[in-house]
């Protein structure tokens, strides 16, 4: 299986500031890669698909980037709302998999 | 409006069973492979199973093959987990989810809590 690393597992950061989450694949994806949001208690939610392309409804701070084997989650100014938690996925397998999540907390 | 719905969770002692649905609404059902995703209390994300939307495939995660058996009913816009001999580390909030046409996870359900214990 295709293993997927996220960095860091927790980053403490303020709201505005820019802020950049780092995904690294055991091996070549292509642009295989989403991002998903989820807030405490509930499902996750959808925000980048296929590395760089925004979900509908997704505010425009959000922007993906990278392809192969690294990619990156930016958020360009951090909201209060934003200080949950953030997976990366790939699809390039049929077998999914998911990186281990990166805590986003309020400095 | 898209709606997953999953039901079926609940409290189960090792090596029993149980059998999770989710029905489906506001999609053209068959068209879209759907999966289950889990998550263990204060974990991560776990991709379990996925079915094409025939039906006529589907993938399992190492963790679960020979003991998870994903199905679906088109006709009745329902995806299905069996899940056959329980172990403690089953124990997770189970979501359906639905595959868009992009490869992604567009939608998912509100899950559903299975707890595996004596």
């Known amino acids: 299986d295709i293993q997927m690393t996220q960095s860091p597992s927790s980053l403490s950061a303020s709201v505005g500031d820019r802020v950049t989450i780092t995904c690294r694949a055991s091996?070549?994806?292509?642009?295989?890669l989403n991002w998903y949001q989820q807030k405490p208690g509930k499902a996750p939610k959808l925000l980048i698909y296929a590395a760089s392309s925004l979900q509908s409804g997704v505010p425009s701070r959000f922007s993906g980037s990278g392809s192969g084997t690294d990619f990156i989650l930016t958020i360009s100014s951090l909201q209060p709302e934003d200080f949950v938690t953030y997976y990366c996925q790939q699809s390039y397998s049929t077998r999914y998999t998911f990186g281990q999540g990166t805590k986003l907390e309020i400095k | 409006e898209v709606q997953l719905l999953a039901s079926g969770g609940g409290l189960v002692q090792p090596g029993g069973s149980l059998r999770l649905s989710c029905a489906a609404s506001g999609i053209t059902f068959s068209a879209y492979t759907m999966n289950w995703v889990r998550q263990a209390p204060g974990k991560g994300l776990e991709w379990v199973s996925s079915i094409s939307g025939p039906g006529g495939t589907t993938y399992y995660a190492d963790s679960v093959a020979g003991r998870f058996t994903i199905s679906r009913d088109n006709s009745k816009n329902t995806l299905f987990l069996q899940l056959n001999n329980l172990r403690a580390e089953d124990t997770a909030v189970y979501y359906c989810?639905?595959?868009?046409?992009?490869?992604?996870?567009?939608?998912w359900g509100q899950g559903t809590l299975v707890t595996v214990s004596p």
């Open positions: 989810a639905k595959d868009s046409a992009r490869r992604a996870i567009d939608y």
């Open positions: 091996q070549s994806i292509s642009s295989y």
